[in-house]
């Protein structure tokens, strides 16, 4: 299945496209929004901060790019700061606007636990086509100090000093605050999981 993943800046590009490889994909790596806006499948890597992640999309006239292919029936799956980008806004240092692909908000951990939180977490799914395949319970690899919560379109949760969003799906459009290309064989079952699925 062809892959198109972004080529963003502020990602990890490199080991994400690794590990769509490992999962099957027939991959085309690009920052050029005209082939972004006709692919069929896309990959919105992200890490950092979401002020520069949302900043570099938009100069680039990626965002709409993103937009548009999901309005033609593109699937889309964005990974950690690509997963927040899908949200409506950012609560990361002042308000941000985000895709508005899904419905919530992303706010900076609260409570007595360090910040970021990096390191293996539990993730119980809800029977989602993403983790078809993955026992409940089973752990991914976090690194993150803003997530979202109790969104309508979650379809996995993980704790971290409270109930956090770590995937959602709205239609065709899939999000996943942990990092797939770090997790193990788990990860790459997400990984296969979006590939596949049509």
């Known amino acids: 299945m062809e892959v198109t993943l972004i080529d963003s800046p502020v990602a990890n590009v490199a080991n994400i496209a690794r590990g769509l490889r490992a999962a099957g994909a027939s991959l085309e790596v690009t920052r050029d929004a005209e082939v ?3 692919a069929g499948k896309v990959v919105l890597p992200g890490v950092g901060s979401f002020i520069a992640a949302m900043r570099w999309l938009e100069e680039n006239h990626i965002d709409d790019a993103i ?4 309005k033609n029936g593109a699937s889309l799956l964005g990974i950690c700061v690509g997963h927040q980008a899908l949200f409506e806004i950012s609560n990361e240092m002042g ?8 419905a919530g908000e992303v706010k900076k951990f609260e ?3 360090p910040v970021p939180q990096i390191g293996w977490n539990r993730v119980t799914a809800n029977g989602a086509p993403l983790f078809e ?20 379109h979650e379809i996995a949760r993980a704790e971290y000093g409270g109930p956090f969003t770590a995937a959602v799906q709205n239609s065709r459009v899939f999000g996943v605050q942990f990092h797939p290309e770090k997790s193990s064989t788990a990860g790459l079952r997400v990984l296969r999981n979006f590939v596949a699925w049509t």
Request: proline share 5%.
């Open 111 to 113: 409570g007595a636990l």
């Open 133 to 152: 395949g993955i026992t409940p319970g089973t752990s991914f690899y976090f690194v993150n100090s803003y997530a979202a919560s109790d969104v309508p």
């Open 95 to 102: 308000v941000t606007r985000g895709l508005g692909l899904v």
């Open 67 to 70: 937009r548009a292919a999901v």
């Open 36 to 38: 972004i806006a006709r």
